[in-house]
């Protein structure tokens, strides 16, 4: 299940099901997303990206999908395995080539 | 080589010490970027160079001043720092951040600075 509260959001799942992430962005004429996994001690990875003249992109095992009516990202994880386990930040671009990040969600796999 | 590099990994700094953040990349990149990260908290944007000039200020105290000598080096100067400045610094690299293109930022593993 998902928790949000003062804490980073938690989602907790068992191997082998699909996650679904979500973040909310704040800048209507924001024109391209990410999405970045970081592990413990590491620095943010580049998952997958998605313009906005686009609602859906594909890539192995993770699907992004936006709607930019409601400003909702949301990215979808096949199959989730331990190793997908990190937090999760969607981050937007705004104007001067800006990536401002959301406030992410620590996915948690249980084997 | 697809990597940004960034050293030290650690650093322990008084708050009257001074110290640098360094950044190394080779991939091209022609921009580059600092963030900070608190724990648990997302990064937060500091500094944008594009083209070697300095093209964002997020409003940083003075505390911080960064510097890019070349397009593959971006350093970070650190003076009189509160204890509250400890964190983890991050910096990237982008392409181009051309207005309405992709921006992928690759990022370095960050260094964890500590300041007493």
């Known amino acids: 299940g998902e928790s949000v509260g003062l804490h980073l959001p938690t989602l907790s799942v068992q191997e082998g099901d699909n996650s679904i992430i979500n973040c909310a962005y704040s800048?209507?004429?924001?024109?391209?997303f990410i999405w970045y996994k970081q592990e413990s001690g590491k620095g943010p990875q580049f998952i997958i990206d998605?313009?906005?003249?686009?609602d859906k992109r594909q890539g192995q095992r993770v699907t992004v999908l936006l709607n930019k009516t409601v400003k909702h990202l949301s990215l979808q994880i096949a199959a989730t395995q331990p190793g997908d386990s990190a937090v999760y930040f969607c981050a937007e671009k705004w104007q001067g080539g800006k990536l401002i990040f959301g406030q992410g969600t620590e996915l948690s796999v249980k084997p | 080589d697809t990597e940004v590099t960034q050293t030290p990994k650690h650093l322990v700094m008084g708050m009257t010490n001074k110290k640098s953040l360094k950044c190394e990349q080779h991939m091209g990149h022609r921009a580059m970027y600092w963030y900070k990260q608190k724990a648990k908290k997302p990064p937060e944007l500091m500094f944008v160079?594009?083209?070697?000039?300095?093209?964002i200020n997020e409003s940083v105290p003075s505390r911080f001043s960064p510097e890019c000598p070349n397009s593959s080096l971006l350093n970070l100067h650190l003076h009189a720092l509160q204890p509250e400045d400890s964190a983890l610094y991050l910096c990237?690299?982008?392409?181009?951040?051309?207005?309405?293109?992709?921006?992928?930022?690759?990022f370095g593993a960050g260094s964890r600075l500590t300041v007493l």
């Open positions: 990237a690299s982008s392409q181009d951040p051309a207005p309405g293109g992709a921006n992928v930022l690759t």
């Open positions: 160079y594009s083209y070697e000039k300095l093209s």
């Open positions: 998605i313009r906005s003249n686009m």
């Open positions: 800048n209507s004429a924001s024109d391209y």
